[in-house]
């Protein structure tokens, strides 16, 4: 079992509508949370990181962390054409510095 | 700019040959690190500094892989006798510090062909 596992998609999504991405963990020591958006060819661009169990908002995107289960998500509010990327998820175990990265969720926004 | 950069974006060697390549973390940032991404894969871990300690490396890192950070500053990654399956994305990513808010901030990457 991966550390991090994401549905790999592709996840196709209207213009206008919520997005939902979603990422479960194994290790339960996993201290931090973080979103990446990583479009084609090229680095990794953070979103946004959680910590703390439920929501976190900023601006069209809210994190959701539930601990008890293990889970990740990040809703994207009225998607724009400009979000299809791919999606990292990556935890990072309490007083580890490594970001372990689950494969990623290819993002479609459909006019 | 003030983000990280690295150098160069692209490299293209023949199997056998040796690559180095360069990374500028944020200027106040401590921690390095290196990462590799293959296609349809997510970023894997390969070893971080913090200044110019190597403190942890991963199993991904063979003995043909090497990495350097000596005045605490900028990074080296050199990979002796390339392979074709050392073909990558190599990323590097800088952090302040630690804690549950840090967050890494990845360079533009240095994308490797191994012919």
């Known amino acids: 079992q991966k550390e991090v596992e994401q549905n790999s998609g592709p996840l196709s999504v209207p213009e206008g509508a919520i997005a939902s991405l979603n990422c479960t963990y194994s290790d339960r020591g996993s201290q931090s949370f973080f979103w990446y958006r990583q479009y084609s060819g090229k680095s990794p661009e953070l979103i946004m990181f959680i910590y703390s169990n439920g929501d976190k908002e900023d601006g069209r995107f809210t994190a959701q962390l539930n601990k008890a289960s293990q889970y990740v998500s990040l809703l994207i509010r009225d998607s724009q054409p400009s979000d299809s990327a791919t999606y990292l998820c990556?935890?990072?175990?309490?007083?580890?510095?490594?970001?372990?990265f689950g494969t990623g969720t290819r993002l479609t926004i459909i006019p | 700019d003030t983000g990280v950069s690295q150098d160069p974006r692209h490299k293209i060697t023949k199997r056998g040959q040796n690559v180095t390549f360069r990374c500028d973390p944020i200027?106040?940032?401590?921690?390095l690190y290196w990462y590799r991404q293959t296609l349809g894969q997510g970023p894997e871990f390969l070893t971080y500094f913090q200044n110019e300690a190597q403190l942890e490396k991963s199993r991904l890192l063979s003995d043909r892989f090497s990495a350097e950070r000596p005045k605490g500053s900028f990074s080296t990654l050199e990979i002796q006798r390339t392979e074709q399956g050392d073909s990558a994305m190599y990323l590097c990513?800088?952090?302040?510090?630690?804690?549950?808010?840090?967050?890494?901030?990845f360079g533009p990457g240095t994308r490797l062909l191994v012919l």
């Open positions: 990556a935890g990072r175990p309490f007083g580890n510095e490594k970001l372990t």
């Open positions: 200027s106040e940032h401590n921690r």
């Open positions: 990513a800088s952090s302040r510090g630690t804690g549950a808010q840090e967050t890494q901030y």
